[in-house]
């Protein structure tokens, strides 16, 4: 363990004078890779179920500062947008025989006892946030094992309510993507018209008419062709397009609907 993950856990220990007591954020990292939409999960050293990464609201920070520290320390990315969708709050959420007092003093080398306050109901503000696959470097810290991207449809099993906040956050993501455009954090700068159908695709869950979904993004003015092609095999040389980053930015302020 290095100094800084000495800091962050002696923080924690005595964190009911740093942090607000039972108040948490939960933050479902999605990423898209081969087709597949992702979720960055993050398993410990002496648990078995996986975790979403979340993190405890210092005293001196809002919900939505506590949930970018806590993406930018597992994706190291530091340009992000997040988008805070739902309140957990069932009394029932944080029981898990597997999190015990035993299993935070392993963890931590401390004597943690029942009435310690990381072991009391905490209510979590969950967020989701859109990035580029490519550019994540997942982190682990010194009581993780792993840190890793699961497809979405094929999940491990999830520690406390994790599975039902990541289901939470697919569905917002759909209805998000009605309301504002997507694309830019999970796709290269030039892609093909194909490439950005399957992302909508995957996200949706479902398949749309290429005619309908080409003449929607056009006529919104959200991409814009560009005089390049990519040669992906003999006859396949599809054009590439690029956000219209002004029309973009319009979009995603919500003022017109983007249905499907």
């Known amino acids: 363990m290095d100094r800084k993950e000495r800091i962050i856990l002696d923080d924690i220990l005595n964190g009911d004078k740093i942090f607000y007591r039972n108040i948490s954020v939960d933050n479902v990292i999605f990423g898209y890779h081969e087709r597949e939409l992702k979720v960055l999960l993050f398993k410990n050293t002496s648990q078995e179920k996986w975790l979403l990464p979340g993190g405890y609201v210092k005293k001196d920070e809002t919900l939505e500062k506590a949930a970018h520290r806590v993406v930018r320390y597992r994706t190291n990315l530091k340009k992000l947008h997040l988008h805070q ?3 957990f709050s069932n009394p029932e959420r944080n029981k898990n ?6 299993l935070l003093t392993t963890i931590t080398g401390q004597k943690v006892t029942t ?3 990381l072991l009391d109901n905490f209510i979590s503000v969950a967020f989701f ?10 982190t682990g810290s010194f009581y ?3 840190c890793q991207w699961w497809d979405i449809t ?4 999830m520690a406390f309510d994790h599975r039902e906040i990541i289901d939470q956050a697919l569905l917002s993501l759909r209805f998000f993507s009605h309301v504002s455009p997507i694309g ?3 796709l290269p700068e030039k892609f093909t018209i194909p490439e950005l159908q399957s992302l909508y695709e995957t996200i949706l869950g479902k398949k749309l008419d290429n ?3 080409v003449k929607k993004m056009t006529n919104i003015g959200l991409i814009e062709k560009l005089d390049e092609k990519r040669n992906i095999g003999k006859h396949r040389s599809p054009f590439l397009y690029r956000f219209n980053q002004t029309r973009y930015d319009a979009l995603a302020k919500g003022d017109e609907f983007i249905v499907f």
């Open 85 to 87: 969708f739902f309140a």
């Open 97 to 102: 025989t597997h999190f015990t007092p035993e």
């Open 115 to 117: 009435d310690h306050w």
């Open 129 to 138: 946030t859109l990035v580029d696959y490519y550019e994540v470097k997942p």
């Open 144 to 146: 993780a094992e792993e």
């Open 154 to 157: 094929n999940l491990p099993e």
């Open 184 to 186: 830019k954090e999970m």
């Open 211 to 213: 005619r309908n979904f």
